[in-house]
């Protein structure tokens, strides 16, 4: 059971290229969530998915997109980064019944844009 | 939108000390969260709060939900050099899929 998965783990882009984040929990949960951490700003939410083909914007989507492809697994693209997406990237997931709201991260991803 | 506030933003014990941080919200939640996170790595839930004035411990970890709902504290006893790293709390409202997180305490204990 390896829980929240995230590929890849360090990244260096130039600025316009593009990329896509990989995520994947194997805790059979139906929401998944993509975060980014700046220092000073803890977690801010991107975008999140509430089941398998639903997807909503967080408080800070502007130069992303996201895909559910499946249950387990919701991608982050960003199509032509920008050195202000210089960040730490953590992808999550919860269930919707029960224990609601208890979020498991994965170990992140490091991305840098010169 | 929803804001928390955490403090201190950061703490430098001796090991051994007991420890307590906190969370303020201004608006209600239905569930409080704490999470640590060490360097290079995701954030680990700690504990899970659910009702009003509640108190659950996690070994020498020790957190309470506020009888407002718009609180919660977190306490470690006794602290080790593995504490290290930085909480965080999260709060989610009713109705809500989402949480919104404080900006964490930043803990240092030496030994």
């Known amino acids: 059971n390896a829980g929240v998965t995230q590929t890849p783990k360090f990244q260096v882009l130039k600025t316009g290229q593009s990329m896509t984040l990989q995520c994947a929990q194997d805790?059979?949960?139906?929401?998944m969530y993509w975060y980014r951490q700046d220092p000073g700003m803890g977690l801010r939410l991107i975008y999140y998915s509430a089941s398998e083909g639903t997807t909503d914007k967080g408080e800070v989507p502007n130069g992303y997109n996201v895909s559910r492809l499946n249950k387990r697994e919701f991608s982050l693209r960003l199509e032509s980064a920008a050195p202000s997406q210089t960040s730490v990237y953590f992808c999550a997931s919860s269930r919707r019944e029960g224990a609601v709201g208890e979020q498991y991260f994965g170990p992140g991803t490091r991305l840098t844009v010169t | 939108g929803q804001q928390l506030n955490q403090s201190p933003q950061s703490m430098f014990i001796q090991e051994g000390e007991d420890v307590s941080m906190n969370c303020t919200s201004s608006s209600i939640f239905n569930t409080w969260l704490w999470y640590k996170q060490d360097p290079g790595e995701g954030p680990v839930l700690l504990i899970a709060?659910?009702?009003?004035?509640e108190l659950t411990s996690n070994g020498r970890l020790t957190a309470q939900f506020g009888i407002t709902r718009k609180d919660s504290f977190l306490n470690i006893s006794a602290s080790i050099p593995s504490d290290v790293g930085i909480y965080f709390c999260?709060?989610?409202?009713?109705?809500?899929?989402?949480?919104?997180f404080g900006k964490g305490t930043k803990l240092t204990v030496n030994p």
């Open positions: 805790m059979n949960h139906n929401s």
């Open positions: 999260a709060g989610r409202g009713s109705g809500s899929e989402k949480l919104v």
């Open positions: 709060l659910y009702k009003a004035g």
